[in-house]
């Protein structure tokens, strides 16, 4: 067994929110069997072995999460990066969709008298997908039809986490959702997205009526151009 693989390596250049949304309508609109994994990986950041290792039992639709166990890279089982397992949320959007493709897939094999498959997103032959097919044969082929320049799948994760990051999520939550071994992982690949996310955070410390209690006339505690004691050491 082993893990991990070369994409976990590849620099950020994330999809904006606007191109995420645009691969995945052309994915549910033309890759319709392979739009429920596109938008696991969109919506909770795993890494694309991690996403093709996932088991039917791994989802845990009550609570609103998903086990991340395992990675699938290359035809190879293998443990996690950093070899922790994982526990990550799931949108209410994805819940459903999940809950919607598991039951089709027993549907399916009822239908075809098979055995369903333990794992999430199975092949033909019950297994999971290999990683490069995914890759060249539908990954790419999505970008193309959606419009959209070549970035490998990883940039899916990197696009979570910058999206997070842009809503103002804190770094030790983005750093259990992706698995990182450390907050220093995280601050390493991300650190650059989150100072200006930051710095509006001190905005909510305005008054709420915007008033300006400092400014010049009436209103203003200290009249003149005298500083006070107090301001003095701004």
């Known amino acids: 067994m082993r893990g991990g693989n070369g994409a976990e390596d590849e620099a950020p250049d994330p999809f904006t929110a606007d191109e995420v949304r645009q691969a995945l309508q052309v994915a549910e609109r033309d890759f319709p069997e392979w739009y429920p994994f596109f938008l ?82 199975p092949s033909p032959s019950g297994e999971p997908w290999d990683d490069r097919w995914v890759r060249w044969h539908i990954w790419r082929p999505l970008l193309r039809q959606a419009g959209l320049r070549y970035r490998g799948p990883h940039q899916l994760r990197h696009s979570y986490a910058s999206l997070l990051i842009a809503a103002g999520a804190h770094p030790k939550y983005i750093q259990a959702q992706l698995g990182h071994v450390s907050i220093q992982v995280t601050m390493d690949v991300y650190g650059h997205l989150f100072p200006g996310a930051f710095a509006r955070l001190v905005d909510v410390l305005d008054d709420t009526t915007g008033r300006n209690p400092w400014r010049v006339g009436r209103d203003k505690p200290h009249a003149g151009n005298n500083l006070s004691t107090d301001d003095q050491y701004l």
């Open 40 to 121: 696991t990986l969109a919506r909770t950041g795993l890494r694309i072995g991690e996403c093709l290792a996932l088991r039917r039992d791994d989802v845990d639709a009550g609570r609103r999460t998903i086990w991340v166990r395992r990675t699938w890279t290359r035809g190879c089982l293998g443990t996690t990066k950093g070899g922790r397992s994982r526990s990550v949320d799931l949108t209410p959007q994805l819940v459903e969709r999940l809950r919607a493709w598991v039951d089709v897939e027993e549907v399916e094999a009822t239908v075809r008298g098979q055995t369903v498959s333990p794992w999430l997103f």
